[in-house]
């Protein structure tokens, strides 16, 4: 009986120890940037092996108390997760992740992240160790430690202090490595459309894209690159952190499909994203509490509009109306059909209800089923206000709702530039 009874205690950690995976990704460094990165890798079922620098996990926000007020209504993903957990809510809240950034307790932030990391299955964690060497053989990177573990995996993120992964790995450097990062209002309509993150610095909204990205990337080794020129104002940890879980989704992708960034499927990296709840859209007038905040986010990828400047604010202004013009570019260089109906229907003006079923039916072969199921779920489904009028016009909050629910636009593939797959 004693020998049954050790068999039962020992057999199932025994078998979990068996069922661990071998590592794919590894993730160097301490900071928010290296938590986010290994977090997001790990959370997308990618075994990932985190290797601290020092340690303290995320020193920044674990030591003291800080005082933040920027980024307002754009928190989101691993960064949000933290905060409401910090917050002790279950539900998403702007106005409460300001509040707990106004008055950031280190100690609650350590109780949230031990938390987080519990709950990962795929996340090995080893604490104060540096990297004594980098070495590509065939598919996989090499990489030994200070206590002469050897680690050999697919992918890897440089998150340290000091960078040293491209100069330790022999021939790797990438040549043409520069700071590269672009303001909300500066990006074109076709580059917005591969945002990968997006977060406040020095008072203006920023964009990560996957090119930016990709700058500091040779054959699946990654760098957090000019993040390192960032000075470490606590306002800034915000970007950090969704740099790093866009970086950790990144390089979990080449490393799940064992491929090159070559061959990413920008659409489905940032599917990925959005089902952690990253914010992929810059507007600062759209919470992510907004009931059509999916849509909108749809809608920006998709890249339909750009955003509106209003003084130091990059605005969705969704209660203003879509002119013909505004979408006829785009929907043209997605459908063919949408070429014809632009031809018979465009008009220098304002779309109406009227104007966008008739181009819904056109486009998709669709009846008069459209304008009656949309009638039936005005304000119960799809939360819109007023009333149900064919000649009423068309807002841009309701043009992204649509689009999510008839349109292909997003699911379309996309090139590095942002131009759609011919």
Same mark, same amino acid.
């Given at each position: 009986?004693?020998?049954?009874?050790? /068999?039962?205690?020992?057999? $199932?950690?025994?078998?979990?120890?068996?069922?661990?995976?071998? $590592?794919?990704?590894?993730?160097?460094?301490?900071?928010?940037?290296?938590?986010?990165?290994?977090?997001?890798?790990?959370?997308?079922?990618?075994?990932?092996?985190?290797?601290? =620098?020092?340690?303290?996990?995320?020193?920044?926000?674990? *030591?003291?108390?800080?005082?933040?007020?920027?980024?307002?209504?754009?928190?989101?993903?691993?960064?949000?997760?933290?905060?409401?957990?910090? #917050?002790?809510?279950?539900?998403?809240?702007?106005?409460?992740?300001?509040?707990?950034?106004? =008055?950031?307790?280190?100690?609650?932030?350590?109780?949230?992240?031990?938390?987080?990391?519990?709950?990962? $299955?795929?996340?090995?964690? +080893?604490?104060?160790? &540096?990297?004594?060497? +980098?070495?590509?053989?065939?598919?996989?990177?090499?990489?030994?430690?200070?206590?002469?573990?050897?680690?050999?995996?697919?992918?890897?993120?440089?998150?340290?202090? =000091?960078?040293?992964?491209?100069?330790?790995?022999? #021939?790797?450097?990438?040549?043409?490595?520069? *700071?590269?990062? &672009?303001?909300?209002?500066?990006?074109?309509?076709?580059? *917005?459309?591969? /945002?990968?993150?997006?977060?406040?610095?020095?008072?203006?909204?920023? +964009?990560?894209?996957?090119?930016?990205?990709?700058?500091?990337?040779?054959?699946?080794?990654?760098?957090?690159?000019?993040?390192?020129?960032?000075? $470490?104002?606590?306002?800034?940890?915000?970007?950090?952190?969704?740099?790093?879980?866009?970086?950790?989704?990144?390089?979990?992708?080449?490393?799940?499909?064992?491929?090159?960034?070559?061959?990413?499927?920008?659409?489905?990296?940032?599917?990925?994203?959005?089902?952690?709840?990253?914010?992929?859209?810059?507007? &600062?007038?759209?919470?992510? /509490?907004?009931?059509?905040?999916?849509?909108?986010?749809?809608?920006?990828?998709?890249?339909?509009?750009?955003?509106?400047? %209003?003084?130091?604010?990059?605005?969705?202004?969704? @209660?203003?109306?879509?002119?013909?013009?505004?979408?006829?570019?785009?929907?043209?260089?997605?459908?063919?059909?949408?070429?014809?109906?632009?031809?018979?229907?465009?008009? %220098?003006? =304002?779309?109406?209800?009227?104007?966008?079923?008739?181009?819904?039916?056109?486009?998709?072969?669709? #009846?008069?089923?459209?304008?009656?199921?949309?009638?039936? @779920?005005?304000?119960?489904?799809?939360?819109?206000?007023? %009333?149900?009028?064919?000649?009423?016009?068309?807002?841009?909050?309701?043009?992204?709702?649509?689009?999510?629910?008839? *349109?292909?636009?997003?699911?379309?593939?996309?090139?590095?530039?942002?131009?759609?797959?011919?």
């Amino acid at each position: 009986m004693r020998l049954l009874l050790l /068999t039962l205690i020992i057999f $199932p950690v025994a078998l979990m120890a068996q069922k661990r995976e071998k $590592p794919k990704m590894l993730v160097y460094g301490s900071d928010i940037t290296a938590l986010t990165a290994a977090v997001q890798a790990a959370r997308s079922s990618v075994p990932t092996i985190w290797v601290l =620098d020092q340690e303290q996990i995320a020193p920044e926000i674990t *030591s003291q108390t800080l005082k933040m007020v920027k980024n307002e209504n754009l928190d989101a993903g691993i960064w949000m997760n933290l905060l409401m957990e910090m #917050g002790m809510s279950k539900t998403k809240s702007d106005s409460l992740a300001m509040a707990v950034k106004a =008055d950031f307790n280190p100690q609650l932030a350590r109780n949230a992240i031990e938390k987080m990391l519990r709950e990962l $299955p795929n996340l090995t964690i +080893v604490r104060d160790q &540096q990297i004594l060497n +980098v070495e590509k053989k065939r598919r996989e990177w090499q990489i030994q430690l200070a206590n002469r573990q050897s680690i050999q995996v697919l992918s890897v993120v440089d998150a340290s202090k =000091d960078g040293l992964l491209f100069k330790k790995a022999e #021939g790797t450097k990438k040549e043409g490595m520069s *700071s590269s990062l &672009q303001r909300a209002k500066e990006v074109s309509l076709a580059a *917005s459309r591969t /945002t990968l993150a997006v977060g406040e610095l020095k008072d203006e909204v920023y +964009v990560l894209l996957l090119k930016d990205l990709l700058t500091f990337e040779k054959e699946n080794l990654f760098d957090i690159g000019f993040l390192r020129e960032l000075d $470490p104002d606590p306002e800034n940890i915000a970007f950090r952190a969704a740099y790093g879980q866009a970086l950790g989704a990144t390089a979990g992708y080449v490393a799940f499909f064992k491929t090159d960034t070559k061959s990413i499927d920008i659409r489905k990296l940032q599917a990925e994203l959005l089902g952690f709840s990253a914010r992929l859209n810059p507007y &600062q007038d759209v919470k992510t /509490t907004d009931v059509h905040y999916g849509s909108i986010q749809k809608s920006y990828l998709s890249g339909f509009f750009l955003g509106k400047v %209003e003084g130091d604010k990059y605005m969705f202004k969704g @209660d203003d109306f879509v002119k013909f013009g505004d979408v006829k570019d785009v929907l043209n260089d997605i459908y063919t059909r949408s070429q014809l109906w632009f031809l018979d229907n465009y008009k %220098e003006e =304002d779309m109406t209800w009227r104007d966008l079923f008739s181009l819904i039916k056109f486009v998709s072969f669709k #009846g008069d089923e459209v304008e009656r199921q949309v009638e039936k @779920d005005w304000k119960s489904r799809r939360k819109f206000e007023g %009333e149900f009028d064919l000649d009423s016009k068309i807002t841009r909050d309701h043009f992204a709702v649509m689009a999510d629910l008839y *349109s292909t636009a997003f699911a379309k593939a996309i090139n590095l530039d942002g131009s759609f797959v011919k």
